[in-house]
């Protein structure tokens, strides 16, 4: 009787699946094809400062510059660089000429075209010395601008600079109309005009940021989107209640501790990017105690960095060697790297000479998370017999402490850049502009200026990986992990995709149920 | 009394600018040039030197305070650092937001410590619970119970927005809505002081002999609570709203964070941040004369509910 019931019911029982595994599908297909429409909601945990792209130094206000502008070339999910507003690009005259083919047809938000006297316009306007642009550094390389014709400019360089067209993905490449900067200068800032996916709307301070969709967007079907609004939220607590709240669709900048109350939402999806910022210790590589050696490496081996990454970012980072996060085409070999070793470290702290109780002074920034990893660095480095103090010191002027070299030995971070010299330079070269440790090792600025010359990037590789040894040995940074780090979103939000620099893009995504 | 107000609008000045030198010569200090700032953390030092020159930072703290004084003087509290607009741009549409709130934390604080504890019946049904709610009030920080509230009452219950700011002219209900629990935040602090100013002021009135008098003259006990112990035992209140106006400001500061609301506290914060000195030194300035010119309004008020005390 129960055979002959299960038999008449199993054809039933397997409709009832295929239909329901085809509805799952069904859904599934949907949220795969764009939807158009809607207006995303997004969590901004930072007070943008100017719409100016020429004066963004805020890492938050390139979430929303991406949007109003374009920028010449862009980097791709993979870090590779494709083109954007250039179309194509040549090198010429063994690479000191880079000739860029530009879109056509591109037009700013207020009508005018994008052409190559705007790019030359740009280009000058970060490059003059009275704007005081931060980017003005990454240029300098450039000497001359020629505009071809209407739609193609040639950049005239001092000598070969293949980072050059990364910098150009960034800050230092965003396009913004000459026309309508010039009608109000003083107020660019607040009005920005752009070739982007997105119109500026309205701008209240310390409350919301509002875009408009671009109805004359120049990238086929694009935006999806009708309005994007960026609202600010003083910190992640809030961001994450009003995710729950359904105000807003998408937080990003979330840490492992961050997202446990979300983590079993089914109405919110986590999107986890296992290599975030590259967290450090540094100090002055060049000055005592820190110039000696074996007093690094005794500190090095003395932090047990698996324990740190428990801790900080609940096991999800990635324990760090070295600068560079394994996957990208410059990461360097594995290597076991400064592993934990008390006994050793006791050994090497005894053979530098260092008396045991030496007092280092750690600088405790007002950030939760540096904060933590500085009471975790201190009880770890007392247990080789070294003293730690840690000195508080207020987050907006940590930085300028470092650069000013008021501040010793300090935790650190740096997000990866789109070519390797993007950071390596900076940090490492002896005439790098952030190289705030002092570090100086011929042999690696030889290695460093030799590979920002080449295309070739199997050369540059080479060269890249014996940086990277000398940076194990000479230690001019302690690496400690790369942190995991999340963006959380409303679950009909789609089309989000991790780019390396960690900065969400939204001008592909949409929402649909 | 017209004497007595030029007199004190005439001291403020003195005031103001040794407030404001303090406040300039400490931003100056602790907080160190913008420029590393405003060039951000890939700077070259040639290049914050040369933007430092530029703009004058390298120069004595005196010189650049009086430079800065001229120019506020005439009305131009120059631009903005941080976005390089102007600062009245900045600051202004920040005022009202951050008036509104304080307006109605303070009103809702008075009214109700006042209300609640005179009505005979609520003091003696829930006095005990006001007293509790008092001392949560002043002890449990600001963003403790903004968060809390968030969590409870949008979170939980959904009644009401997390955060955010909606202006008037969208709307009476959100702009309303938007402003409950920022409200209720700032003035859970004054409830709590002034329930505990104001009790004892009312306890010590109630035994004076005039209640004895009214209430054998046989008004009923909220009459006499109301029309005889209320405005006697007011006054102290308003003293320490006078008193407690720089309090305000910080708790302003905290609430606005919170709760992103674009107010002046919060402009103040971030243009810490950026160490955006045009920007803090005017909204320092607007703070210091606001709190000289509240106090001064609070004195006025008091004489002018009770005539007994005579300004000098």
Request: charged share 20%; net charge negative; hydrophobic share 45%.
């Amino acid at each position: 009787m129960l055979k002959a019931f299960g038999a008449r019911i199993a054809p039933l029982l397997t409709l009832l699946l295929a239909l329901a595994w085809a509805g799952t599908s069904a859904v599934a297909q949907n949220a795969e094809t764009p939807v158009r429409g809607g207006t995303l909601n997004v969590g901004f945990n930072d007070d943008a400062k100017t719409m100016d792209p020429i004066y963004s130094v805020q890492w938050s206000e390139r979430q929303i510059l991406f949007l109003i502008y374009n920028t010449l070339f862009r980097i791709a999910p993979d870090f590779s660089l494709e083109p954007e507003l250039v179309k194509s690009w040549e090198m010429e005259n063994d690479g000191k000429r880079v000739v860029l083919h530009l879109q056509e047809g591109v037009k700013f938000h207020d009508g005018t075209d994008f052409d190559a006297e705007a790019v030359k316009w740009n280009l000058e306007r970060r490059k003059d010395e009275k704007a005081n642009s931060p980017q003005r550094n990454q240029l300098t390389v450039i000497q001359t601008i020629d505009v071809v014709d209407k739609n193609t400019v040639a950049l005239n360089l001092e000598k070969p600079f293949p980072p050059l067209l990364s910098a150009l993905a960034d800050r230092a490449g965003f396009m913004v109309s000459p026309t309508a900067y010039e009608k109000n200068p003083e107020e660019f800032g607040n009005n920005p005009v752009g070739t982007g996916a997105f119109i500026f709307k309205e701008w209240v301070r310390g409350s919301h940021v509002k875009l408009d969709r671009n109805e004359n967007y120049w990238e086929e079907g694009l935006p999806y989107l009708d309005h994007v609004v960026f609202n600010d939220i003083s910190n992640a607590v809030i961001g994450i209640q009003r995710l729950m709240t359904g105000e807003i669709d998408f937080v990003a900048q979330l840490s492992p501790q961050d997202v446990r109350l979300i983590q079993n939402n089914p109405d919110i999806k986590l999107d986890p990017i296992k290599v975030g910022q590259w967290y450090s210790l540094q100090w002055h590589w060049n000055e005592p105690p820190f110039d000696n050696p074996k007093l690094r490496k005794a500190i090095a081996h003395a932090l047990d960095r698996n324990k740190i990454n428990e801790i900080l970012w609940a096991g999800t980072g990635t324990v760090s060697n070295g600068p560079t996060p394994p996957g990208l085409w410059w990461s360097p070999p594995a290597t076991d790297g400064y592993v934990y070793d008390v006994e050793k470290a006791k050994a090497l702290l005894a053979e530098s000479g260092v008396p045991a109780g030496t007092e280092l002074v750690l600088s405790a920034p007002t950030d939760n998370l540096l904060r933590q990893l500085d009471q975790l660095v201190k009880e770890q480095v007392e247990a080789i017999g070294l003293k730690v103090t840690l000195d508080p010191v207020a987050q907006s002027e940590w930085y300028a402490r470092v650069v000013d070299k008021k501040i010793n030995f300090t935790p650190m971070r740096w997000t990866q850049r789109a070519d390797p010299d993007g950071l390596l330079y900076i940090l490492f070269h002896s005439k790098g502009y952030a190289n705030t440790t002092g570090y100086s090792n011929p042999e690696v600025d030889r290695l460093l200026d030799e590979a920002r010359a080449i295309d070739d990037t199997a050369k540059r590789k080479a060269l890249y990986d014996q940086v990277h040894q000398h940076l194990l040995e000479d230690l001019p940074y302690v690496p400690v992990a790369f942190a995991a780090e999340f963006v959380a979103m409303n679950k009909d939000v789609h089309g989000f995709q991790w780019i390396p620099d960690l900065i969400p893009r939204f001008r592909a995504m949409w929402k649909a149920e | 009394m017209i004497t007595h107000i030029a007199r004190r609008l005439l001291l403020m000045v003195p005031n103001v600018v040794l407030l404001t030198f303090i406040l300039f010569a400490a931003v100056t200090n602790f907080l160190g040039s913008p420029a590393a700032i405003m060039l951000g953390q890939e700077a070259s030092p040639e290049a914050i030197a040369a933007l430092n020159a530029q703009y004058g930072f390298d120069r004595p703290v005196l010189v650049q305070y009086l430079d800065w004084m001229g120019n506020a003087l005439q009305g131009d509290f120059g631009r903005s650092y941080a976005n390089r607009t102007s600062v009245a741009d900045a600051v202004l549409p920040a005022i009202p937001v951050t008036l509104e709130l304080a307006f109605w934390a303070i009103a809702l604080a008075v009214v109700a410590a006042a209300l609640i504890n005179s009505i005979p019946v609520l003091r003696k049904t829930i006095g005990t619970l006001v007293s509790g709610l008092s001392i949560v009030g002043i002890t449990v920080p600001n963003f403790m119970i903004g968060i809390s509230l968030i969590y409870l009452l949008s979170v939980q219950m959904r009644w009401l927005p997390t955060t955010g700011w909606v202006p008037w002219s969208q709307g009476v209900v959100p702009h309303l809505t938007h402003l409950i629990m920022p409200v209720l935040t700032l003035s859970a602090f004054y409830f709590g002081s002034f329930t505990l100013v104001y009790r004892a002021e009312y306890r010590a009135v109630y035994r004076q002999l005039f209640i004895k008098v009214a209430r054998a003259k046989g008004l009923s006990e909220t009459r006499v609570s109301f029309a005889h112990a209320l405005p006697n035992s007011i006054l102290p209140v308003i003293t320490y709203v006078g008193l407690s106006l720089g309090q305000l400001v910080g708790g302003a500061v905290v609430t606005e964070t919170v709760f992103s609301m674009p107010g002046v506290g919060r402009l103040f914060v971030n243009s810490i941040g950026t160490h955006d000195f045009p920007v803090m030194l005017a909204i320092g300035m607007l703070i210091i004369v606001g709190v000289m010119l509240m106090n001064l309004i609070a004195d006025i008020v008091y004489t002018m509910v009770n005539p007994q005390i005579r300004l000098g």
